[in-house]
């Protein structure tokens, strides 16, 4: 998978209240859920956001609720990936389980700035700044979370086991 | 054989493993799995569309919506009845509505439905709090409660644990919340990522149920996959009235292997307030006097049990809210609703001004019954205090113990409780 988009940069601890308040949460629509996406943080993000777009942010993305509306709503407003110096807990799970790609980097942030179009190559974890022609190295996808990935998310996964 | 963490043990088991270390990843046994009417719907539609007709086991799937119960809009009920329709098809043992849904994390302990030793999951981040009991408990998303509802198994990567050892003796109006606010003000909410903290020391073993439940409940605020205190004869005075399966009490081996050990002396440890918008802005309540307030919220799955009422109602007896501030008590379940009124807390409360709602996660998370305008600011017992949390993007919380609260109240700021104790 290689996406290439423009980024939009957020800071540290960039929780699951921020990405899609919880009084949008009476729905499970991902359309409904895309149009708040980030409202709290940035109030135009969900009418200015293009498809292919990229989320730089600091440390601990997604910290604070087990709600998968979030990788949801980040997933349906049209961004592509999301690249962070670290990802709380159970937004790592969640996105993996649902299908949001997304790359830890700790360099990453630091040498990229809003608006800079961004090429990632989710197989090789290669991040590339075309704007700025740096070139960045993800930390590597664990095997297991990998095949999660290619079995098409945790539920796909558990089929092909033949566990339902 | 490696020694052990009390975690790394439960996780063991429930693999079928003899030991297990920190980063193996394994897939394990789930005593018990839990969804609320925000994450269920989600795990619901998963489990239908992968083809499965029947839950691993109805009485391991359990459904309680209480966040915007009683449904508090049209959307919000047909979420609820996504629940309710998926627990009378699958005839599920337990699901909750009406007069017999509390807070989940309240009501699961209290019910005997989470026992000692147990591997639970949830989907819901403050699943952790089961903890308390000596069980190893995590918040998930909903498609692993989807998965589990079908395989009745999940995949876990084991963590490493961080030893926290308290020494010294509480002080008055320290409360198991005080010292889980200190310690993440210390460590940070990205300060436990991944990792299992393991409370240990004299205070801790002293320490209510309750309290020890309100400490493991914020584990998720430090970012932690798991909070967990070994189980100790107040554990098992606690479950004996309660379990409705046997139970296994696990320790941790003394030579077992942590990634980090902390030591907090709990002498030096005052009633602590965590200031907008993150949970590790702790401060001492005494620095934070000249901050004036317009709501209180006393309830959660953090603070909404019989004690955290107990103690509400000793500051506020007799007395009265400030002018200009709301008062809101939540009682966590309607067992301890029943109690605070057969106890004469009711009575306390309404004479001081506050309104009793009913057992909801209501305004926690700024779903209903008591939600914040642009400008406005709260103390709320509850476990966060992000941007717009409890309603306008504009609002702030700030997070106590029940104690600072009802002090709070009274005097129309944040305020120590001995300022109103004298």
Redesign the interface.
């Known amino acids: 998978m290689k996406f290439k988009g423009n980024a939009w940069k957020f800071g540290s601890d960039i929780d699951t209240d921020r990405i899609i308040p919880a009084r949008y949460l009476n729905t499970s629509d991902p359309k409904e859920l895309a149009k708040h996406c980030m409202e709290d943080e940035d109030a135009s993000f969900a009418s200015k956001v293009r498809p292919g777009d990229i989320i730089v942010a600091d440390k601990n993305f997604g910290c604070g609720s087990s709600r998968e509306h979030a990788p949801i709503a980040i997933k349906a407003s049209g961004i592509a990936c999301v690249i962070a110096k670290s990802f709380a807990r159970i937004f790592y799970r969640n996105s993996f389980n649902m299908g949001l790609p997304i790359l830890e980097s700790e360099e990453a942030f630091g040498s990229i700035d809003a608006g800079d179009v961004i090429e990632v190559d989710m197989d090789t974890g290669e991040i590339v700044n075309a704007t700025k022609n740096l070139r960045f190295k993800a930390r590597a996808i664990p095997p297991f979370m990998q095949e999660l990935i290619n079995s098409g998310g945790l539920m796909e996964a558990i089929k092909k086991k033949g566990a339902v | 054989m490696r020694p052990m963490t009390i975690t790394e043990k439960i996780l063991a088991r429930h693999a079928g493993l003899k030991e297990v270390t920190p980063g193996e990843?394994i897939n394990a046994k789930v005593d018990i799995a839990l969804g609320n009417d925000?994450?269920a719907?989600?795990a619901i539609?998963?489990f239908r569309?992968?083809?499965?007709k029947k839950v691993f086991n109805r009485n391991k799937v359990i459904l309680v919506p209480d966040?915007?119960t009683p449904n508090?809009?049209i959307?919000?009920a047909a979420?609820c009845k996504v629940l309710r329709d998926f627990a009378i098809e699958q005839k599920l043992t337990h699901y909750y509505e009406g007069g017999t849904v509390g807070v989940e994390h309240a009501l699961l302990p209290e019910k005997g439905i989470v026992v000692p030793g147990d591997l639970v999951i949830?989907?819901?981040?403050h699943?952790c709090t089961y903890g308390a009991l000596g069980a190893f408990s995590t918040?998930?998303?909903?498609?692993?409660l989807?998965?589990v509802m079908?395989?009745g198994?999940l995949?876990f990567k084991v963590p490493e644990s961080i030893k926290f050892v308290f020494t010294g003796k509480l002080r008055k109006w320290v409360s198991g919340k005080d010292l889980i606010l200190h310690l993440i003000g210390d460590i940070g909410?990205?300060g436990a990522?991944?990792k299992a903290m393991e409370f240990t020391g004299r205070p801790i073993e002293a320490l209510s149920m309750d309290s020890r439940m309100s400490m493991c409940n914020m584990a998720?605020e430090a970012?932690a996959?798991s909070g967990i205190i070994a189980p100790d004869k107040v554990t098992k005075a606690y479950v004996d009235k309660r379990a409705e399966r046997p139970y296994k009490f696990y320790s941790s081996d003394e030579d077992a292997v942590y990634c980090e050990v902390r030591e907090y002396d709990c002498n030096a440890i005052e009633p602590k307030v965590a200031c907008p918008h993150?949970p590790e802005n702790t401060k001492n309540v005494g620095e934070l006097k000249n901050i004036t307030i317009d709501q209180v919220v006393i309830g959660s799955c953090t603070n909404g049990r019989i004690e955290d009422l107990a103690v509400a109602a000793k500051i506020l007896k007799g007395r009265k809210t400030a002018k200009y501030v709301r008062l809101i008590i939540i009682p966590a379940t309607p067992h301890i609703y029943n109690e605070a009124m057969k106890k004469g807390y009711f009575d306390i409360f309404l004479k001081a001004g506050a309104v009793i709602s009913p057992p909801t996660c209501g305004p926690c998370?700024?779903?209903h019954m008591g939600i914040l305008a642009a400008g406005e600011r709260a103390v709320a017992t509850t476990n966060?205090n992000?941007?717009?949390?409890m309603g306008d993007?504009k609002s702030e919380v700030f997070l106590a113990n029940p104690a600072v609260a009802a002090a709070s109240a009274i005097k129309g700021r944040i305020a120590h409780p001995d300022e109103v104790m004298k």
Do not use: C, M
Request: hydrophobic share 35%.
């Open positions: 990843l925000i994450t719907p989600i539609n998963e569309k992968s083809g499965a966040h915007f508090k809009d959307k919000s979420q949830g989907a819901d981040s699943t918040g998930v998303g909903s498609t692993d989807a998965a079908v395989t198994e995949w909410v990205d990522l991944y998720i970012g996959k993150l998370l700024g779903g966060r992000f941007v717009g949390r993007v």
